[in-house]
């Protein structure tokens, strides 16, 4: 959160170190269901679901980050 005293290049950066965490924690976490360690047990239609919706919320971000998909320059 902004605060009176916090210059937009402050924030931006505070931002970014956040958004960073999350994307190394993502990983992280990609990366052990991968190796199978966090994979859940017993597998099943819900499991893909919710990869699904993992990799359309990751592909909103990544369209934003890289102006492609709905924030491509065409597009606006």
Do not use: C
């Not at 916090?6 to 931002?15: D, G, I, V």
């Not at 990799?55 to 709905?70: N, Q």
């Amino acid at each position: 959160m902004t605060t009176r005293t916090e210059t937009a290049a402050q924030a931006y950066e505070r931002n970014l170190k956040a958004a960073r965490e999350l994307a190394n924690r993502i990983a992280d976490h990609l990366t052990e269901l991968e190796l199978g360690s966090d994979r859940p047990a017993g597998l099943h239609w819900g499991h893909v679901g919710d990869m699904g919706e993992t990799v359309e919320g990751l592909r909103v971000v990544s369209d934003r980050m890289f102006g492609e998909g709905e924030h491509a320059p065409e597009n606006q």
